[in-house]
């Protein structure tokens, strides 16, 4: 029998014992040890060996684990400071505790809930006292870490792992192992002896100028071999889903918008007839940016918006007679949406003065101090649009949506009257997730109110919107959580599968 010179190396290391580990061969033959699986592979499909595999777990230190083990866990030296300012006979002040346990940045918050959790003592309206009986010496956490820091396995309770895996401190692996044995077949060929032959793994130009690529033996591809996945390139979901959107609204006869993300208030609000009072105004929802006021806002436009808001424009209203404050509306903060942008387009600031019939649109990113789930980032991407024209009614605005949405397949849009401070009528738009069945809100849409495009000069109606990107990328890929598209908790495989559909 003739086997290539890897495949028999391999056989003759295997037939040592019983049953051998692809490493130990490897280290035997002197071959790497995907060249011995290979080969296996290979004497296991000619009928000479049976490969068999087993899984094992492996615990790893993470660095953070790892920094642990020579500082300690911030938990034991928060205990340790407290004991040293002698927080067992009387609570001492938090800051003075951190200072002296040395904790800084993440460290504080991570060694607070894990004192509390280990019970090594309490904390209360800004004092911290310790329980002189518990006794870090004893934690099995750090036990474990001491442990894997030592190279040994822990003696510890699985428990105590997941602690550690969820605390980021250990990783939890999995490590598969490979052997062979070898069959009757396998060591009746050894018996009756095995040739060599050389195998070739490339054509090379000399072997085909030299002609002597018809005798030597080509070793086989092997597709059963380990190799690492591969993941080509992509565009990520959102930005395939914003450049659509792009062609679909420039389709439709829209052009593109663009301006500062950190704008003042007098574009991102007051233009808007927000009430300087609005909860929406508040530190609450807005991230206020300390720097500089903006000076460059055309004076006779904050009189004329000053106007609006203090004793109202046109027929209808009468203003707010609320205090506003010219200060304040030239503060600067992120905008926490793009119809800032629509103002100063339509303001003429941004371009020429406009005359209807216009069409506007962006896609931009906007940011709000909202709490984070399933359908709330503190940054998204807004889908702004407007239209302007002489006449316009609902009916424009919802045609204006159907159209949109349906380049997208979503032709069940349902709209439900609203109040903005700035349109009127105005109407949220919902929209039904694929997965889920839940119908969530995918946008916010109006007329303009006179007091918003009197004082910005335009005297013709102005239709408006503000679609949210990621929410139109959950009903189109039928992503379940926002978080999954963008920011820290991004759930790469879904973006690397997800299709687009429209
Ligand atoms: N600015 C609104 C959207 C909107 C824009 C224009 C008109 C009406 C509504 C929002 O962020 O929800």
């Known amino acids: 029998m003739r086997l290539p010179e890897r495949q028999l190396a391999v056989l003759e290391a295997a037939s040592a014992t019983d049953e051998r580990t692809i490493d130990e061969i490897a280290a035997e033959t002197g071959l790497k040890p995907e060249t011995v699986v290979g080969a296996a592979f290979d004497l ?252 460059e806002i055309p004076d006779e436009l904050i009189r004329r918006v000053e106007a609006a808001h203090r004793d109202g424009w046109g027929v209808d209203g009468d203003g707010y007679h609320s205090p506003w404050s010219e200060e304040f509306a030239r503060e600067i903060a992120l905008r926490g949406h793009t119809t800032s942008l629509s103002m100063r387009y339509l303001s003429g600031i941004a371009g020429a003065e406009l005359e209807p019939p216009q069409r506007y649109f962006s896609v931009e990113k906007v940011y709000r101090n909202d709490t984070l789930d399933p359908t709330h980032l503190l940054e998204f991407y807004q889908i702004e649009g407007w239209v302007m024209a002489e006449d316009l009614s609902v009916r424009d605005l919802m045609g204006t949506f159907e159209e949109f949405y349906r380049q997208f397949g979503i032709t069940d849009i349902r709209f439900k009257p609203h109040y903005n401070p700035y349109t009127e009528p105005s109407f949220e738009l919902f929209g039904e997730h694929p997965e889920t069945g839940e119908e969530i809100e995918i946008g916010n849409s109006g007329v303009f109110r006179e007091e918003v495009t009197g004082p910005l000069g335009v005297d013709c109606d102005v239709m408006a919107w503000g679609l949210a990107l990621e929410r139109l990328a959950m009903l189109t890929t039928g992503a379940e959580d926002i978080r999954d598209l963008h920011g820290t908790l991004a759930d790469i495989e879904f973006l690397r599968n997800a299709e687009v559909s429209y």
């Open 44 to 295: 296991r499909d000619e009928g000479l060996l049976v490969v068999g595999e087993t899984a094992d777990e492996t615990l790893d230190l993470t660095d953070e684990g790892r920094e642990y083990v020579d500082a300690g866990l911030p938990e034991t030296r928060l205990y340790r400071a407290g004991l040293a300012l002698d927080a067992d006979a009387e609570p001492v002040s938090m800051g003075r505790v951190i200072g002296e346990a040395d904790l800084n940045g993440p460290e504080v918050d991570i060694a607070l809930s894990n004192f509390a959790r280990k019970g090594f003592g309490g904390i209360d309206s800004g004092e911290l006292s310790v329980d002189g009986d518990a006794d870090p010496d004893t934690d099995p956490e750090a036990a474990a870490l001491t442990a894997l820091a030592a190279g040994e396995a822990p003696d510890v309770d699985e428990r105590v792992i997941d602690q550690l895996d969820s605390r980021g401190l250990v990783a939890v692996g999995e490590s598969v192992t490979r052997s062979v044995t070898l069959t009757d077949a396998g060591v009746d060929a050894l018996m009756t002896g095995v040739e060599a032959t050389e195998t070739v793994a490339q054509v090379t130009p000399e072997l085909l100028a030299s002609g002597e690529w018809r005798d030597v033996e080509f070793s086989e591809y092997n597709v059963e071999a380990d190799a690492p996945t591969v993941s080509g390139g992509r565009k990520h979901v959102l930005r395939r889903t914003a450049d659509r959107v792009k062609d679909v609204l420039v389709g439709m006869g829209f052009q593109e918008m663009e301006g500062p993300h950190a704008d003042s208030d007098f574009w991102i609000n007051d233009c808007l007839f927000m009430p300087q009072d609005h909860p929406a105004r508040t530190h609450w929802d807005r991230f206020a940016l300390d720097v500089p006021p903006m000076e």
